[in-house]
């Protein structure tokens, strides 16, 4: 029973994949329709993040109070509406009300999802937990792509995905007796949600939660802008840099499926060391001072393969590093963090390349890279003090 809810748990996670990349595939032709500024794709997409933010904080109550389960068919549900909402938009303020639910239900669903794989999986279904929401991340714009190259629109490719999203809260809804059992057997664990400064007052949480923001500030940033640094950096050409820059988010891809068969033999605390170090090697071929820019699109996908293993890593140890009674609490600290990291990070290094050179792009990453590995020893540090918990990050 519990193969099925892993795989059905896996679909939800495809579903939270799908839409992230719909507003960017979608966005130059909603302008047109719309009458609005290009620039305006980043208020919408700041909206979604703050809402996600707001959630993954909000996440432990909710969690305790319905279970996993019910609050990944309620955030899925609402997430599945504003979508809908969004095929039938007919201004730019109408996608900035809908992108509040949109964020609201994908942060809530993203952070009970993990802290429910870590707390009864092993380090392997969370790693493939992960590659699943890569797989959806990679079919959206397709899906977006074939509604637009077909002359259906960008609302159709809005609505599809929409549908997609109801037919995983079907499945949804028939699964819950198998969250309801699962939830039976581990009553009395967690009485009552911590709270964020109860949470904060752990020792290793604040260091834990830097090394996410680092992350993801890396991972997001290296995404964004790898095509801008390989054609104005490199003097690449914009056809070949558009597709090793794919590589990236391919290499993280199936890097989370092989990583996968593993994981459990290496353990969380070692595939995080070995994805750091993975990553260092992805930059310094980028940082290579040879001519060729083989190096360096090469060393993007590097990149993107080192950094595979991290996120799945850090989530999976918080509840053998926190204690499984603060994990709620935990889990919805660092996916906060994590956004955090995901929507500050890109946009400050585009002040820094526009003001100083986009020559800094694989610095920068180095300094976050760096910030992650040392944040992460410190929490292996703290964590092995306490006797309470067995650390496995």
């Given at each position: 029973m519990y193969s099925l809810l892993i795989a059905v748990i896996y679909l939800a996670f495809i579903g939270l994949g799908l839409p992230d990349s719909l507003l960017g595939s979608a966005w130059p032709k909603m302008i047109t329709e719309l009458d609005s500024p290009l620039s305006y794709a980043g208020i919408v997409s700041t909206i979604i993040a703050l809402g996600t933010i707001v959630s993954s904080l909000l996440s432990d109550r909710l969690t305790l109070k319905l279970g996993a389960g019910?609050?990944?068919?309620?955030?899925?549900?609402?997430?599945?509406?504003?979508?809908?909402?969004?095929?039938?938009?007919?201004?730019?303020?109408?996608?900035?009300?809908?992108?509040?639910?949109?964020?609201?239900?994908?942060?809530?669903?993203?952070?009970?999802?993990?802290?429910?794989?870590?707390?009864?999986?092993?380090?392997?279904?969370?790693?493939?937990?992960?590659?699943?929401?890569g797989v959806g991340a990679t079919v959206g714009p397709y899906i977006m792509g074939y509604a637009i190259s077909a002359d259906k629109g960008w609302r159709f490719g809005y609505a599809s995905v929409a549908c997609i999203q109801a037919i995983i809260v079907a499945f949804l809804?028939?699964?819950?007796?198998?969250?309801?059992?699962?939830?039976?057997?581990?009553?009395?664990?967690e009485e009552a949600p911590i709270g964020i400064k109860d949470a904060l007052k752990i020792k290793g949480v604040k260091p834990i939660l830097l090394a996410f923001f680092a992350y993801c500030g890396a991972e997001?940033?290296?995404?964004?802008?790898?095509?801008?640094?390989?054609?104005?950096?490199?003097?690449?050409?914009?056809?070949?840099?558009?597709g090793f820059a794919s590589l990236f988010y391919l290499g993280i891809t199936a890097g989370r499926f092989i990583i996968g068969f593993f994981a459990d033999r290496v353990g969380d605390k070692n595939m995080?060391?070995?994805?750091?170090?993975?990553?260092?090697?992805?930059?310094?071929?980028?940082?290579?001072?040879?001519?060729?820019?083989?190096?360096?699109?090469?060393?993007?996908?590097?990149i993107g393969f080192?950094?595979?293993?991290?996120?799945?890593?850090?989530?999976?140890?918080?509840p053998k590093n926190f204690g499984k009674e603060n994990s709620h609490a935990i889990v919805g600290i660092q996916?906060?963090?994590?956004?955090?990291?995901?929507?500050?990070?890109?946009?400050?290094?585009?002040?820094?390349?526009?003001?100083?050179?986009?020559?800094?792009?694989?610095?920068?990453?180095v300094l976050f890279v760096l910030l992650m590995f040392v944040m992460t020893e410190c929490v292996n540090k703290t964590c092995t003090k306490q006797p309470k918990h067995k650390p496995l990050l």
């Open positions: 019910k609050v990944t068919l309620i955030s899925v549900g609402i997430t599945a509406a504003a979508l809908f909402g969004f095929s039938l938009s007919t201004s730019f303020v109408w996608l900035c009300v809908l992108a509040v639910p949109y964020g609201l239900g994908a942060g809530a669903v993203d952070a009970a999802l993990n802290n429910y794989v870590a707390l009864h999986y092993s380090s392997r279904y969370m790693s493939w937990l992960h590659c699943f929401w809804f028939f699964s819950l007796p198998l969250w309801k059992n699962r939830r039976a057997e581990e009553k009395g664990v997001t940033t290296a995404g964004l802008w790898a095509s801008s640094y390989l054609v104005i950096g490199k003097g690449v050409s914009v056809e070949i840099a558009a995080i060391r070995l994805g750091t170090a993975v990553m260092a090697l992805g930059l310094a071929l980028v940082l290579s001072p040879m001519d060729n820019n083989e190096f360096a699109l090469a060393g993007l996908t590097v080192g950094a595979a293993p991290v996120y799945p890593a850090i989530i999976h140890a918080t996916m906060a963090s994590a956004y955090c990291g995901s929507v500050i990070a890109p946009p400050l290094f585009g002040i820094i390349a526009q003001k100083i050179g986009m020559g800094l792009y694989p610095y920068y990453l």
